[in-house]
């Protein structure tokens, strides 16, 4: 973040609006554009950490950049208040959050359990699902998780929970 300070004010802003763009599925930030204040070594990190940045002021309503760009703060307000709306937007579209694991497929059976060792007669239907994750470094993973119907109807009203939780910040 410390290649932030080597930028003038109006190229930070540039640069912020440009990250912004980019998160929200248009053209970001070129190196060449910045080339001649920031090196090859120093963009990669700064681009990312921006992202991050911008996302966790979004989610925190909390401006506390790190000291290298401190004092470029007003910037980051200015740029933040202009484009709210599409951060929004950005991050639940993307289940924001750095860091995270995220759905990436699923797939469902139901089965009916008609016994077990202990016992003889259970006849009970059981939903088994699989889901593949894939977190942010890239790695996937199965999970499998088998659910009774009681189960099945506390999964179903968390999902429901969470989707009204995405739409309220959507919107």
Do not use: C
Request: proline letters at 3%; hydrophobic letters at 45%.
């Amino acid at each position: 973040m410390e290649a932030l300070a080597k930028l003038d004010e109006l190229n930070v802003e540039k640069l912020l609006h440009e990250v912004i763009d980019g998160l929200s599925g248009r053209a970001g930030p070129r190196f060449t554009s910045y080339a001649k204040e920031i090196s090859l070594a120093e963009w990669h990190p700064l681009h990312h950490g921006l992202e991050g940045l911008l996302a966790k002021i979004l989610k925190t309503s909390e401006f506390d950049l790190p000291p290298a760009v401190a004092g470029q703060q007003k910037i980051f307000k200015a740029v933040v208040a202009a484009r709210q709306d599409e951060l929004k937007k950005v991050l639940a579209r993307n289940g924001v959050t750095t860091g995270s694991t995220r759905i990436e497929d699923f797939d469902w059976n139901v089965k009916m359990a008609l016994a077990s060792d202990k016992i003889s007669s259970i006849q009970q239907p059981l939903l088994h699902l699989l889901l593949k994750t894939k977190s942010v470094g890239g790695a996937g993973a199965d999970v499998n998780i088998e659910l009774d119907a009681a189960q099945l109807a506390r999964l179903i009203e968390t999902l429901e929970a969470a989707q009204q939780a995405a739409l309220e910040v959507q919107f």
